[in-house]
């Protein structure tokens, strides 16, 4: 009698084995592992002053969200810059359909994705931003690498002060009617349109300094939007020493505009450029 009970407690115990291993080979053949390659992260570093050089970005990131529910697959998948494989994602995801979101990025400011159409950086930073998004359907078929190009996702908004930065000065802060820190990821442009607030120290080495460049980076909405920028000289204490509004400023997604002119004088008149290329398209490696 114990026989018989010990064989068929066996018998189910070794079916049950037999199905969680069927569950499993199940699963690994409803998977599939994609390869996707980032193939122009060498980008022109456009937050310095010599546009000239070219950096590899910082960090690379990939979200993977349901297509269906912009629920995220998985966690963001972040990628710095030297690490082994840079530049290369691969991702093993089950037979549906998903919302791929690729973002390359300058700086230290820690990257928050919570959907695919809301994209936002530690401390309201808007750094050099590159996106990319697409769909994808995971099916039985074998996926070929897919190569990913990553474009320009902000626009700027540059001052040029011409005449030397008078003692007292120590932040120049930007403040912007429009824009955002927000980005959407999946198309490319601003997640809304609240605006921005941005500060730069002036170290003591800037003061009786000419042609000092500031520059505010904005995520903007798709096309041309011309929107009031203003511009604040304060003193350690907060207290605003100079202002300057500049109005109906044409931004634009990978364009650099530019105003020059005497900041500090009492008759200030700026001279206005506009650079809708930016730089020559972004250099791709194969």
């Known amino acids: ?31 599939k592992e994609v390869v996707f390659r980032v193939v122009n992260y060498t980008q022109y570093n456009l937050d310095e002053v010599t546009r000239a050089s070219a ?14 529910s912009n629920a995220m697959v998985g966690s963001l998948i972040t990628q710095d810059k030297g690490a082994d494989g840079y530049g290369t994602f691969k991702v093993k995801l089950p037979v549906g359909q998903y919302r791929l979101v690729f973002l390359g ?17 530690a401390n309201d930073a ?8 697409t769909t994808l359907t995971v099916g039985h078929d074998q996926i070929e ?11 700027a908004f540059r001052v040029t002060l011409t005449d030397v930065i008078p003692s007292g000065v120590a932040t120049m802060r930007f ?23 941005f500060s730069v120290s002036i170290p003591t080495s800037y003061i009786g300094k000419e042609d000092v460049k500031l520059t505010l980076n904005l995520f903007l909405p798709e096309g041309e939007t011309k929107m009031s920028i203003a511009l604040d ?10 202002t300057r509004t500049f109005t ?23 001279t206005v450029t506009v650079d809708d290329e930016w730089e020559s398209e972004p250099t791709v490696n194969f």
């Open 1 to 31: 009698m114990k026989r018989k009970v010990w064989f068929h407690v066996a018998v189910v115990f070794c079916l049950g084995l037999l199905a969680c291993q069927s569950d499993d080979e199940k699963f690994e053949e409803a998977s």
């Open 55 to 68: 950096d590899v970005l910082d960090h690379l990131v990939l979200g993977v969200f349901d297509a269906e």
């Open 105 to 121: 990025y300058v700086g230290s400011s820690t990257c928050n994705m919570s959907s695919p159409t809301l994209v936002t950086f």
């Open 126 to 133: 808007v750094p050099t931003t590159f996106s990319y998004s």
């Open 145 to 155: 690498a897919q190569n990913i190009v990553l474009k320009r996702a902000f626009g």
């Open 175 to 197: 403040r912007s009617v429009g824009g955002s820190t927000k980005l959407n990821g999946q198309t490319g442009y601003a997640a809304d349109n609240s605006g921005r607030t």
């Open 233 to 242: 000289a304060l003193d350690s204490d907060g207290t605003v020493l100079r």
């Open 248 to 270: 109906d400023v044409p931004m634009m997604v990978n364009r650099l505009i530019n105003y020059s002119g005497a900041f500090f004088s009492n008759d200030f008149s700026a």
